[in-house]
Each structure stands twice: as structure tokens, then as C-alpha cells.
């Protein structure tokens, strides 16, 4: 008999009288992703809904794979309420995957591509899961078997791995199959579909468990803000598994739309364009600095981009003048803008914005449910134009992460507010202009970092006695993360200290992109503060320094 543990059920709960108030606005309708896609095929068999790489899949396709591979999972001996990490790139077979879990009513959980060992260890146990799926190798050709057998030594739940491509020992995903009689009904519309990873404000990423119910309604909501329907074309150039390019309004959007989505392996303006143009893709997303590396491609190419009519731009800030250079650069396509985070609540500004919002604003929330709150520091509302911190509640705005007692008592409210950590204004018009954060993360090019869970990192090195990690600013990046190191014993070089970071399996953006050597935090004239602080005058110091050069 194969043992299974028994593990912690997922939930993400609202109170009732939310819940009924949510239903009964017709955010909340009852879907249900595999229940999507069903329709989906059965009104659209023939219509293309995946494009990626040399596969391009109709909806009826689609719906016919997703099957295959829910029946080939539950021949595997998964269960439905597994949880299952699904670590794979732009390709046609992340929809297959996903899908397919959904109609086994299993629960994926969404690493990225860039992540490492270290992280996926840390999902695979925090999230109880009992499979991983994953390509042979990714864009960058890296080999993600390697990773899955120490996986499997380090993480001894998981029972099945199954890999894109030349599975090696493991599971090959293109022959699974099995009893589509066995296959489940369509799951409840308020449990849990997926757990989203959060950015890791503080230290390790939370998994935030969101429902068919509240994140169908984001999909949706958007598509109608955004303009897309059944003869869109959405072009997914970021990460698939990252919650903008998945939901804003992305491809789940897209699919809900009955729409069309393109996958580019990488955003790079050599391998998107081309697409672009090959495809009639009408919406895409991307980061600023993308953005800004786009509008400066977009000018001289010679590939036809005369059917991209929206472009959003979201994960970080993007300044008015950096806005405006983009929508300059692309005349044709509206810019539109996106405040968003993996826990819920996101800002669009509207298409038929003015020009001076579309460019100084990054929009104004999704619903008319969303409750929004800015607050000082001691709690007392401040007024619009004035700095605070933001709260969100709403019908697509989690109550609570996964598992996480000491997380949710910090970042949630007792009336159900999150503390979305991020500083902003709020002008007259109701729009959102995000002015910084209140937490110690590094938003480098809308990947973020946790300056804790780096230091700690750190800190296993024997010749660092203390680490403080802080964002700089960065022309190129936004922001870039620098490392200050006092050293014990021998003084360690930056390069080799960066090289050392690469051998922790950490996802590559989180290594250093600075480190500074220095004697002391020359605090002590201060007495004790706290890491906060700390980092905060480290950060001004080094500001003065470069300042001065
Ligand atoms: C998106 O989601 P996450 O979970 O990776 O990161 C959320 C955080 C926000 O709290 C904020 O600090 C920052 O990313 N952020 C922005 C921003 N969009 C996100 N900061 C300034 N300006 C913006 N436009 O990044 C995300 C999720 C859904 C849609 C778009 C982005």
C-alpha cells in the first residue's frame, strides 16, 4: 500500500454575509475552470486557443488534452485535493498541465521558471504537495530533472514527478492517459483552484490560495476593462504562472473570452515581434522595463506590430516619463496601466482614460466592491493626495494565506483588510499613484525579492558576519538589489561571493546585483534599531555616496 499522509485542507474563506453580498452583485457566477474551458469547446470546438511554439491548439483540443492528462494523473494514483507543483515555461503543454489538473480537481501550484531547488523544496513542503510537473529543460536550457530527483530526495511526500519532454526516469507527460470514467465532476466554485506564490514581503513566499469563484471574476472583470473578447489576440510574454500575465486579464482571461493566446518562450522584442506580426496579437503585458525596451525596439523594427491595440504595464512603477515614452513609441496602441498583486486587488487605468491619468496614475480598482483604505501609520484615514498605506478587501482579495498563523496576523486586519505593504495617494478621481512601500522588498523588474530571505542566505557564508539587503534604484532594472557585508576572517570578494550565491539553488534574480564591503553598521552612537532602519540608512548612505561621485 502506498502510504498517504494525511494533509492540511485548503481553504480560502469569506464571511457569509461577503459571500452572499459578492454572489448577489453577479461577481461570484459559479464557474469553475474546467467548467470554463468545457463550455468553451463546446461552443468554439474549432477555434484556436493555444498557439506556442510549432503547437497550435483549438479549444476542442485543448479540452480533449486536459482530459487526457486529469485521467493520466489519477492513473499515476494522485488524488483529487492533491496539490501539485507545476514549474513549466511559455509552452503549449503549462495549459494541458493546468487544465488538466483542474478537471482532475487537483490543486497547482505555480513556480516560476527561474526558480531553483531552494524554492521549489520550500512549495512542494509548504503546500503538502504530492507531484511536480516540469520540462526537460527550460528556455535556458536548464535541466530541470536534476532538480527534480533532488527534489524527490529532499521532499520524500512527493510521490510523482512527471516531466515535458525526455522524462528520463520520471513520468513522460505526453503518454499520460487513463479512464475518463474515473474523472471527477466539476470541482465546488467556492474551494481552492490554485495556490499563487506571494512576492515574500518577509522572508519566505506564502502560498495564497485563490478560488474559482473570486479569481474568475478578476479574469472577466478584466477582459472587459481591457477590451478583450472572442476575436482577441492575447500574447503571453511574461512568465505564464505569474499571476499578471495569467489574470490581468492574461491567458485565463483570454481562454474565458474564448479568445485566442500566443506564448512567446521569452520577451525579448527578436523572438515577440515576429509573433506579433505572425499572429495579429492584439493585447499583451509586460513589466516597465520591458516596456521601455519594446518602445525603443518598436521604432526601428520591420516587423508589422499594427494589430497590438493594448499594452499594459504593471509589476512595478512605471513613471510618467517612462509612460509617456512608450505610448509615444506606439501611437497606435494604447498604454494602459496595472496595479495588481498575487493576493488580489488590481488597478487598471481605463482605455478611454485621459492621457494625463493613463500616464501619472497606475488606475483605479476593478470592482466597486473593492474597499480600499489609506491609512497612516497609526491607523487614521489620510487625505486624498496625502501618502498612506494600503488595504484592500474585496470579492477577489484574499482573507488569508496558506498555513501561514504569524503571516496572516501581520498582513491581515481582524476585519479582513489586507495590508498590501505598498505606499500610495489616492487623487480626487478615485485613481491610485503608488509612491513606494513600506516593507523591505526589492522590486527588480517586477520580480521580487525579499531583503530577509537574502540576508539569511548570507549569513550561511563563513566568512559574513552580518548582511543587510537594500533596493537601489536602477535606470535600467527600477530597481537592483545591493548587499552590504561585514566580514569575519578572511574579507570574501564580490564575485566570489555572488558565485557562492549560486550554488544556494536560488532562482538567479534574487543573487546580489552589488555588494559592499564595509567595517561596521555604524550604529552603535545609535544604540539598538531595528533591521528596518538599518536598512533604510544604509540605503541613504550609499544614495549620498553615488551622489557625490
Ligand atoms: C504583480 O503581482 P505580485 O504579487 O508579483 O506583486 C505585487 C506588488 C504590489 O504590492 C506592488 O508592490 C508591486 O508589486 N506592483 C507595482 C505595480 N504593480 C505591482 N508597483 C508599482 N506600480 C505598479 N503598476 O506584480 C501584479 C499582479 C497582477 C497584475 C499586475 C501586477
Same mark, same amino acid.
Given at each position: 500500500m502506498e502510504r498517504i499522509a494525511a494533509v492540511l485542507p485548503l481553504?480560502?474563506?469569506?464571511?457569509?454575509?461577503?459571500?452572499?453580498?459578492?454572489?448577489a452583485a453577479g461577481h461570484w457566477r459559479g464557474e469553475t475552470f474546467p467548467g470554463v474551458l468545457r463550455a468553451r469547446a463546446t461552443e468554439r470546438p474549432d477555434a484556436l486557443a493555444i498557439i506556442g511554439g510549432d503547437q497550435r491548439w483549438t479549444y476542442a483540443d485543448l479540452w480533449a488534452r486536459a482530459?487526457?492528462? =486529469?485521467? *493520466? $494523473?489519477?492513473?499515476?494514483? #494522485?488524488?483529487?485535493?492533491? &496539490?501539485?507543483? %507545476?514549474q513549466l515555461g511559455n509552452i503549449a503543454e503549462f495549459f494541458s498541465t493546468v487544465f488538466g489538473l483542474f478537471r482532475a480537481q487537483m490543486v497547482p501550484v505555480y513556480a516560476l521558471p527561474g526558480h531553483r531547488l531552494t524554492e521549489i523544496a520550500h512549495f512542494a513542503t509548504k503546500a503538502e504537495a504530492a507531484g511536480y510537473v516540469c520540462a526537460d529543460r527550460? =528556455?535556458? *536550457? $536548464?535541466?530541470?530533472?536534476? #532538480?527534480?530527483?533532488?527534489? &524527490?530526495?529532499? %521532499?520524500?511526500?512527493?510521490?510523482?514527478?512527471?516531466?515535458?519532454?525526455?522524462a528520463a526516469e520520471f513520468t513522460p507527460f505526453a503518454g499520460l492517459d487513463g479512464d475518463r470514467a474515473a474523472l471527477p465532476g466539476d470541482p465546488d466554485p467556492s474551494s481552492v483552484a490554485f495556490l499563487q506564490i506571494s512576492g515574500g514581503t518577509t522572508g519566505l513566499s506564502k502560498l495564497i490560495?485563490?478560488?474559482?469563484?473570486?479569481? #474568475?471574476?478578476s479574469c472577466w472583470a478584466s477582459n472587459e476593462i481591457c477590451g478583450v473578447?472572442?476575436?482577441?489576440?492575447?500574447?503571453?510574454?511574461?512568465?505564464?504562472a505569474h499571476n499578471f500575465p495569467m489574470s490581468s486579464p492574461g491567458h485565463l482571461g483570454a481562454l474565458h473570452a474564448g479568445a485566442r493566446v500566443v506564448l512567446s518562450p521569452t520577451p525579448s522584442p527578436d523572438v515577440a515581434f515576429p509573433l506579433i506580426a505572425r499572429e495579429g496579437v492584439t493585447i499583451t503585458g509586460l513589466v516597465p522595463p520591458l516596456a521601455l525596451l519594446w518602445a525603443q525596439s518598436a521604432a526601428a523594427t520591420k516587423h508589422d506590430l499594427s494589430s497590438l491595440r493594448v499594452l499594459l504595464v504593471g509589476g512595478a512603477k512605471l513613471t510618467p516619463e517612462a509612460a509617456r515614452r512608450v505610448q509615444d513609441a506606439m501611437?497606435?496602441?494604447?498604454?494602459?496601466?496595472?496595479?495588481?498583486?498575487a493576493e488580489g486587488l488590481v488597478n487598471y487605468t481605463r482605455l478611454d482614460d485621459p492621457d494625463a491619468i493613463v500616464l501619472e496614475t497606475q488606475g483605479r480598482p476593478i470592482s466597486a466592491d473593492d474597499e480600499v483604505l489609506?491609512?497612516?501609520?497609526?491607523?487614521?484615514?489620510?487625505?486624498?493626495?496625502?501618502?498612506?498605506?494600503?488595504l484592500a478587501r474585496g470579492p477577489y482579495t484574499i482573507r488569508a494565506y496558506h498555513n501561514d498563523a504569524a503571516a496572516n496576523a501581520?498582513?491581515?486586519?481582524?476585519?479582513?483588510?489586507?495590508?498590501?505593504?505598498?505606499?500610495?495617494?489616492?487623487?480626487?478621481?478615485?485613481?491610485?499613484?503608488?509612491?513606494?512601500?513600506?516593507?523591505?522588498?526589492?522590486?527588480?523588474?517586477?520580480?521580487?525579492?525579499?531583503?530577509?530571505?537574502?540576508?539569511?542566505?548570507?549569513?550561511?557564508?563563513p566568512n559574513v558576519f552580518d548582511a543587510a539587503v537594500v533596493s537601489v534604484p536602477d535606470e535600467y532594472l527600477g530597481e537592483r538589489s545591493c548587499a552590504f557585508i561585514i566580514p569575519r576572517g578572511d574579507r570574501p570578494r564580490a564575485v566570489a561571493l555572488k558565485a557562492w550565491m549560486r550554488t544556494r539553488n536560488i532562482a538567479d534574480f534574487k543573487v546580489p546585483d552589488q555588494i559592499v564591503l564595509v567595517e561596521s553598521f555604524e550604529t552603535t552612537a545609535a544604540g539598538k534599531i531595528s533591521r528596518k532602519e538599518l536598512r533604510a540608512r544604509l540605503r541613504a548612505r550609499l544614495l549620498e555616496q553615488e551622489a557625490e561621485q
Open positions: 481553504n480560502q474563506v469569506w464571511p457569509d454575509d461577503f459571500a452572499a453580498r459578492y454572489r482530459e487526457a492528462a =486529469a485521467a *493520466g $494523473f489519477l492513473g499515476l494514483g #494522485l488524488r483529487p485535493g492533491d &496539490r501539485v507543483v %507545476v527550460g =528556455a535556458d *536550457g $536548464f535541466d530541470y530533472r536534476v #532538480l527534480a530527483r533532488q527534489l &524527490r530526495d529532499g %521532499v520524500p511526500d512527493l510521490r510523482h514527478v512527471v516531466v515535458v519532454g525526455d490560495p485563490r478560488t474559482h469563484d473570486d479569481y #474568475l471574476y473578447n472572442a476575436e482577441s489576440v492575447f500574447l503571453c510574454a511574461l512568465p505564464a501611437p497606435d496602441c494604447r498604454l494602459q496601466q496595472v496595479f495588481g498583486m489609506i491609512l497612516d501609520d497609526q491607523g487614521n484615514p489620510v487625505p486624498d493626495g496625502q501618502p498612506g498605506n494600503l501581520r498582513s491581515f486586519t481582524p476585519d479582513g483588510f489586507y495590508r498590501t505593504g505598498d505606499i500610495v495617494c489616492r487623487t480626487p478621481e478615485g485613481y491610485l499613484v503608488v509612491q513606494g512601500r513600506a516593507g523591505d522588498h526589492i522590486n527588480r523588474a517586477g520580480e521580487k525579492i525579499s531583503a530577509e530571505e537574502i540576508e539569511d542566505h548570507l549569513l550561511a557564508h
